[in-house]
Structures are given as C-alpha cells and as structure tokens.
C-alpha cells in the first residue's frame, strides 16, 4: 500500500478497536506514525465511550503521534484529523454533495455522519503529552440505523467504496496537515475548518453536555477550538465539550 515514510502499517484482521490497540503500542514506546489498521472492530468506540458500529466493509484506523505540546494544545488534532478527512473524501470525488465538518469532529455527507474521530493520550512528566492516538472511523460501505445524529455511508454518491482505496488519501492528507500545524500553529487549521463548517455563523445551536445544556448563536471557533456561542442575553459562552445540534 501506497503510505508517506512517516506511517508504519501494521494491519490487523479483527481487533476489539484499532485504538485499544495502539494505545497498548504507544505504551510500550512505539514510534510516532505507527497505523493500527483493522478489517472490523468487537467492540468499536466513539467520543464519551459511544459504541461505533465496526462491522467490515469500512475503514477503521488509529495513529500514534508523539507532538511536542500540552494536552490542551492537544486536542486541537482532532480538528486536524477532521481537515485531512474532509480533503481524503473529496479527493475521490464526490461531485455536488455537500461535504461538512460538524463540531468537534464530525465529517457529514449531505447531512449525515459518515466518519467519526476519537482522540486519546496521556501525559509525561512535566504535564507535556507523551503520546495522542488519533482513532478514525469511516462508514464507506455501512452505517447504523439507531444513531443520535443521522448516519450515512460514502455509498450515498458512488459503488461499494473499498476502505483499502481511501486509506493512503487520510494518510497523506493526515500528516501533511499534521506537519502544518506542528509548524505554524492552530490558525490554519481552525480557517480550513471554518471554511467547512455545517452550522454557518449566526445559526441558532444548542449543546448538550450530559443533563444540562447552553443554546445561542454559533459564532466561531476560539484559538484552542472551543465553540464559541452568542447567548440570548448578549453574553458570549466559550464552550469545550458536548454534542451540537440545531436549535429552533
């Protein structure tokens, strides 16, 4: 398979997820760029522990990268992960559907979610990271019919997509995004995704955040990607975590 030098592949049959299993290597010291990949998962995960639904057919990969930074700055891969997905499923042509990015990290074909990112990592002494596994899911041939948001499948503009063929697009956009960022910060990255975004500036947004949640107008992104939302009483609420939806 066609990959950038900076991944190493390591493939795999069947895996509980391609995360629990590059968090075991990046534990044990493994390089920055080793690629966990798996034809399905047991027991596929989602942000906050959700299930993902793993069965073969889509593509499910997690990386091990070892960035110079602060668990906060951290996160900000996500976003990047999510600009170098955006970029992959365009570059195999999905002419006239609407291909968004939903906040934190969700990628929407006309609508529906078709790929999903989880980030975990831990930290060294001094509070710098020591490693981030970027988890990547894509529905290229199935998705679940029970989801909070709706799901769909890149199956919705063309034939069965193989997940061997999108691979080294999400490879090389990853690290060519992955090295911008490294390089010039946050800024770049937060503008691609901007561009990108499924709920426009001024759309009226509700986030829930377990048994509570905060309603306004979308406003933008912060430096660190937080949302940043307009409440009713003219206050702005620098929100962090939580699941966006649209609001009346």
């Known amino acids: 398979m066609d990959l950038p030098e900076f991944f190493t592949l390591i493939e795999h049959d069947s895996v509980t997820s391609t995360n629990d299993v590059a968090r075991e290597l990046a534990a044990k010291g493994a390089a920055e760029g ?10 596929g995960r989602g942000r906050r522990g959700k299930m993902w639904a793993s069965p073969v057919g889509n593509l499910y990969m ?13 996160t900000q891969l ?4 999510a600009v170098a997905l955006w970029d992959a499923i365009c570059d195999i042509d999905y002419p006239g559907i609407p291909l968004k990015l939903k906040w934190p990290n969700d990628v929407l074909l006309d609508g529906r979610k078709v790929s999903g ?40 503009t063309r034939d069965q997509p193989n997940p061997d063929d999108l691979l080294p697009f999400v490879a090389r956009h990853l690290v060519d995004y992955y090295h911008v960022w490294q390089r010039d910060g946050f800024a770049p990255i937060r503008h691609l995704w901007l ?19 905060v309603s306004g107008l979308f406003e933008t992104l912060d430096e660190t990607g937080a949302l940043v939302l307009r409440l009713d009483n003219g206050n702005r609420a620098v929100v962090s975590y939580g699941e966006v939806s649209p609001s009346n």
């Open 34 to 43: 080793t690629m966990v990949t798996a034809r399905k998962q047991s027991a």
């Open 62 to 74: 997690s990386c091990v990268m070892r960035p110079v930074c602060t668990p906060v700055e951290a």
């Open 78 to 81: 996500g976003f990047v992960a």
């Open 117 to 156: 990112i989880l980030l975990e990592s831990a930290t060294a002494d001094g509070g710098r990271v020591d490693w981030v596994v970027i988890g990547i899911g894509v529905n290229t041939s199935h998705h679940p019919e029970d989801s909070a948001w709706p799901a769909g499948d890149l199956r919705q």
């Open 195 to 213: 561009e990108e975004t499924y709920f426009a500036p001024g759309q009226r947004v509700t986030i829930g955040r377990g048994e509570t949640a």
